[in-house]
């Protein structure tokens, strides 16, 4: 798994709806999904893997 801080990817990421952290982005090459997440404790589940990366995005800035 990669970490990615890549500064564009940032910026298109919103803050955790539930408890306001910023998120991180891990690619997984391996199997070619990514996930968003961030360390919540209301809804930790928040970090399960989606696929690429706009999806990955997409799926985080939708939740609620």
């Known amino acids: 798994r990669q970490w990615q801080s890549n500064g564009d990817v940032m910026d298109e990421l919103e803050d955790c709806p539930f408890c306001g952290r910023q998120p991180y982005v891990i690619e997984d090459n391996s ?17 399960r893997p989606i696929g690429e990366l706009e999806e990955a995005i997409k799926a985080w800035n939708t939740r609620t």
């Open 31 to 47: 199997y070619g999904s990514c996930m968003v997440g961030c360390y919540c404790e209301v809804r930790p589940e928040a970090d």
